[in-house]
T-cell receptor, first 118, second 111 residues
Framework: GAVVSQHPSWVICKSGTSVKIECRSL??????MFWYRQFPKQSLMLMATSNEGSKATYEQGVEKDKFLINHASLTLSTLTVTSAHPEDSSFYIC??????????????FGPGTRLLVL | LAKTTQPISMDSYEGQEVNITCSHN???????ITWYQQFPSQGPRFIIQGYKTKVTNEVASLFIPADRKSSTLSLPRVSLSDTAVYYCLVGDASNTGKLIFGQGTTLQVKP
């Protein structure tokens, strides 16, 4: 149980294009989903928290107009990197928490999406 | 959110027991302690979670002293495949559920 998927697993795009990453909770309803970014040999950095049906809450320093987050249902959240640039190249990871977790705040992570912007 | 402190790296040999200690001096009453494992280019994997005393599952044990200002993840008889980064986090069940990752402990298991 508590499986989270991400799609795509990797993506290469040209500078200036937009990329959408999907995060799905497969066997439980996720009341809250989180998006992280991880650069090589660094820890995960929380970007934003999204709750189903409401606007995402972004961490300080994260541009909400550049990283669009939509949490349209209890099993799906999407992150769109708009007008991507090479510095946006990173490993993007989502997580989900909800009634299916060991405790209400337990987060289960997706496998991550590798983004390379040329 | 409570801050956690862990050793940056640890080395061990196959078959040994590994104990990774995490300090969380400012842990709040409602905070649980959760440990995750991360392999390169993968998302973190939930290992174990506890509130106080001792918790054991099929892969690890978690020891939490009475003051809850620290916790120790114990991995019995590690193998090469346990080489990974281990993160200790504390989170508040009554708040946003946010988890702030520290640097984690890179465990290197040698043959």
């Amino acid at each position: 149980g508590a499986v989270v998927s991400q799609h795509p697993s990797w993506v290469i795009c040209k500078s200036g294009t937009s990329v959408k990453i999907e995060c799905r909770s497969l066997d439980f309803q996720a009341t809250t989903m989180f998006w992280y970014r991880q650069f090589p040999k660094q820890s995960l950095m929380l970007m934003a928290t999204s709750n189903e049906g409401s606007k995402a809450t972004y961490e300080q320093g994260v541009e909400k107009d550049k990283f669009l987050i939509n949490h349209a249902s209890l099993t799906l959240s999407t992150l769109t990197v708009t007008s991507a640039h090479p510095e946006d190249s990173s490993f993007y990871i989502c997580s989900a928490s909800g009634p299916g977790g060991a405790t209400p705040e337990t987060q289960y992570f997706g496998p991550g999406t590798r983004l390379l912007v040329l | 959110l409570a801050k956690t402190t862990q050793p940056i790296s640890m080395d061990s040999y196959e078959g040994q027991e590994v104990n990774i200690t995490c300090s969380h001096n400012n842990i709040a009453t409602n905070d649980y302690i959760t440990w995750y494992q991360q392999f390169p280019s993968q998302g973190p994997r939930f290992i174990i979670q506890g509130y106080k005393t001792k918790v054991t599952n099929e892969v690890a044990s978690l020891f939490i002293p009475a003051d809850r200002k620290s916790s120790t993840l114990s991995l019995p008889r590690v193998s090469l495949s346990d080489t990974a980064v281990y993160y200790c986090l504390v989170g508040d069940a009554s708040n946003t559920g946010k988890l702030i990752f520290g640097q984690g402990t890179t465990l290197q298991v040698k043959p």
